[in-house]
């Protein structure tokens, strides 16, 4: 096992953890007992060296990512510690992401911690969810990009600890201005649909604040 698929492992730990302690009542000595455990493991995490950002060479080239299609086992990631897709971010969203042709896709299961409204999801995470799978679009078409405006129509309550499935596609470019659709739905049933424009940018500007690694 590499250090990456470690922290992968570690970090899918932690986000069922804050899930699991959302979702269950726990008395005075449990609580104790957790606390004596977190405090040990932030003592051993903050004396870790600290972390940058990285990406691969090739990128700064190429931005156009392998996006792994629905039969392959592979997940895409361009940053591992992606707030919504990065699987080594325990506060993330832990997606699985594929392309079908020219439409990008996420799945997800929202645990209790992403919970709004009792048994929905926040809007703000379906949010997140619709941006970060409408930016797999720019990797399906070779851009880079900014989300410039976001506009969302919720059309049903959005369920948690049951597998829901965002997709996006390019509607119209224009230039630097690129125009992106997409649905979240569960089942048959149309969760929320959403628009996006986004300004595509130079993938050198875009990615200079990071560390290159070969």
């Not at 922290?7 to 730990?13: D, E, H, I, S, V």
């Not at 931005?63 to 299609?69: C, L, Q, R, T, Y």
């Not at 959005?158 to 997709?167: D, H, L, M, S």
């Amino acid at each position: 096992m590499t250090n990456e698929e470690r922290r992968m492992t570690a970090a899918t730990l932690m986000r069922e953890l804050g899930h699991d302690f959302v979702a269950h009542d726990l008395d005075d000595e449990q609580l104790d007992e957790i606390r004596a455990h977190l405090e040990e493991l932030q003592r051993i995490v903050a004396h870790g060296q600290l972390r940058t950002r990285v990406v691969p060479s090739g990128a700064l080239q190429s931005f156009k990512m392998a996006v792994p299609s629905e039969n392959s086992l592979e997940k895409h990631q361009l940053f591992s510690d992606s707030i919504v897709s990065g699987g080594s971010n325990p506060m993330g969203l832990g997606g699985y992401l594929w392309r079908e042709g020219d439409v990008s896709v996420m799945q997800v299961t929202l645990g209790k911690a992403f919970e709004g409204a009792p048994g929905r999801a926040h809007g703000g995470i379906v949010a997140a969810l619709l941006d970060e799978t409408m930016g797999l679009v720019m990797a399906i078409n070779d851009v880079l990009a900014y989300t410039v405006q976001l506009d969302i129509s919720y059309l049903a309550p959005t369920p948690v600890n049951e597998p829901i499935i965002a997709r996006a596609w390019l509607k119209e470019r224009d230039g630097r201005k690129l125009l992106i659709a997409a649905t979240v739905q569960a089942g048959e049933t149309e969760l929320a649909s959403a628009t996006g424009l986004f300004i595509a940018v130079d993938p050198q500007k875009f990615l200079e604040h990071l560390a290159v690694v070969d």
